[in-house]
């Protein structure tokens, strides 16, 4: 089956980078996505890169993913309190209605 | 980006009663919605596949007399809770991938949290 992990919790001063991680054991997944969910509300997109990409930039937003060791990162620049939300990485397959897999989620706090 | 909706966004009900959630896309159109159900921490758990004018694909271990889904155009999909008991308490969030998107991404609804009494 498909395994998705994340580290729970990640705890950042206001102003510095944001680095949340995430594994994947599907070698065939085509696009991996970076989700932001606020408490009590849905899922926002924020990025996606395709499979065959290395590395995709976003105004504040640094997505490095790395195919043979099944690793994708989400870098945040300049990290504001805004910030703080549960973030999940998602795996996706070709076809426009393919199903995502979901990591387990890591909650960003930012703190002043 | 595209916008789904859900309706209602919060419902408390007794137990024994049924549910009805409902999943809008506002402007595209959508072949195939997602249902998921999130528990408290927890990740997203896919619960069923919906396809207008066929019948839904559920995930293994969801009952489908339990949770009734109806996709009855290509911007509305309805999930219906029968006889819902506390534990069907949880957060119900949906999603839609549109027809043409450049990177197969879905776009969620803000969520239907359910609390059954």
């Known amino acids: 089956g498909e395994d998705v992990e994340q580290s729970l919790f990640l705890s950042v001063r206001e102003g510095d980078s944001s680095v949340i991680n995430c594994t994947y054991t599907?070698?065939?997944?085509?696009?991996l996505y970076w989700y932001k969910q606020e408490p009590g509300a849905g899922l926002q997109l924020l990025t996606y890169?395709?499979?065959?990409?290395d590395m995709k930039q976003d105004q504040r937003l640094t997505v490095l993913l790395n195919k043979k060791d099944k690793h994708l990162s989400l870098r945040i620049a300049d990290t504001q309190t805004g910030d703080s939300a549960i973030y999940f990485c998602a795996e996706g397959y070709t076809g426009t209605a393919s199903k995502l897999t979901f990591g387990t989620g890591t909650r960003l706090q930012v703190t002043l | 980006g595209a916008v789904v909706s859900q309706h209602p966004s919060r419902v408390i009900c007794k137990s024994g009663t049924s549910v009805k959630i409902e999943c809008r896309s506002l402007d595209f159109q959508a072949t195939t919605m997602f249902w998921y159900r999130q528990f408290p921490k927890q990740s997203l758990m896919l619960m069923a596949t919906s396809n207008e004018g066929s019948k839904a694909t559920y995930e293994q271990g969801v009952e489908k007399d339990k949770f009734l889904i109806n996709h009855a155009s290509l911007t509305l999909s309805t999930l219906t809770v029968t006889s819902a008991h506390p534990e069907d308490s949880s957060f119900y969030i949906c999603s839609a991938p549109p027809q043409i998107a450049v990177g197969n991404e879905q776009f969620f609804g803000p969520g239907t949290r359910l609390t059954v009494l």
């Open positions: 599907d070698s065939s997944s085509t696009y």
């Open positions: 890169i395709f499979s065959n990409m």
